[in-house]
T-cell receptor
Framework: DGGITQSPKYLFRKEGQNVTLSCEQN?????MYWYRQDPGQGLRLIYY???????QKGDIAEGYSVSREKKESFPLTVTSAQKNPTAFYLC???????????????FGNGTRLTVT | AQSVTQLDSHVSVSEGTPVLLRCNYS??????LFWYVQHPNKGLQLLLK??????LVKGINGFEAEFKKSETSFHLTKPSAHMSDAAEYFC????????????FGTGTRLQVTL
């Protein structure tokens, strides 16, 4: 079955530590996205990648970094510079960013990060 | 800029009764609009999408939504709620010129009681 795998499901870290969230897709999608979800705020875009070796900042990129070295992988690093890192993080992909209008986003099941 | 407002943060219905989740949009033209559903601790799944082909859109699991330009609304409905419908629902609009860069509403949590 094709889909998006996020790991781990739960992650606990101490303040001041960087942490990397994994996202892998086997849908052969070009575009990938990272969203952050906080209660009552909907989803906010952190970074997105339209194609391998390319990525752009979303609305709340400060304190985060990404890489896109392979089509199927789009890891997100939450750095110690992120002031409020505790949140639910969702990875998504779509066939393309703009070549196929209205192509739906396919989401992983998320990683819940808790930083204390 | 495109935006959406979900008018209710929480809706509770009894099983077997109709569901209405309200969404108003703000746009200078007729946008595309989507509804996504999220079950607890899961990712989001597309329920339905409006892309100007027809104002009444049917989605999965018996949901449908009607685009009303005069009211700038895109409310989600279902004739009869089922326990499995309990989830969070998001009204979503793409940013102009970037169909895949989305703006999400703040969500409506649907509770279904016996």
């Amino acid at each position: 079955d094709g889909g998006i795998t996020q790991s781990p499901k739960y992650l606990f870290r101490k303040e001041g530590q960087n942490v990397t969230l994994s996202c892998e897709q086997n849908l052969n999608h070009d575009a990938m996205y990272w969203y952050r979800q906080d209660p009552g705020q909907g989803l906010r875009l952190i970074y997105y990648s339209q194609i391998v070796n390319d990525f752009q900042k979303g609305d709340i990129a400060e304190g985060y970094s990404v890489s896109r070295e392979k089509k199927e992988s789009f890891p997100l690093t939450v750095t110690s510079a992120q002031k409020n890192p505790t949140a639910f993080y969702l990875c998504a992909s779509s066939i393309s960013f703009s070549g196929t209008p209205y192509s739906p986003l396919h989401f992983g099941n998320g990683t819940r990060l808790t930083v204390t | 800029a495109q935006s959406v407002t979900q008018l209710d943060s929480h809706v509770s219905v009894s099983e077997g009764t109709p569901v209405l989740l309200r969404c108003n949009y703000s746009s200078s033209y007729s946008p595309s609009l989507f509804w996504y559903v999220q079950h607890p601790n899961k990712g989001l799944q597309l329920l339905l999408k409006y892309t100007s082909a027809a104002t009444l859109v049917k989605g999965i699991n018996g949901f449908e939504a009607e685009f009303k330009k005069s009211e700038t609304s895109f409310h989600l409905t279902k004739p009869s709620a089922h326990m499995s419908d309990a989830a969070e629902y998001f009204c979503v609009v793409p940013l102009t010129g970037t169909a895949s860069k989305l703006t999400f509403g703040t969500g409506t949590r649907l509770q279904v009681t016996l």
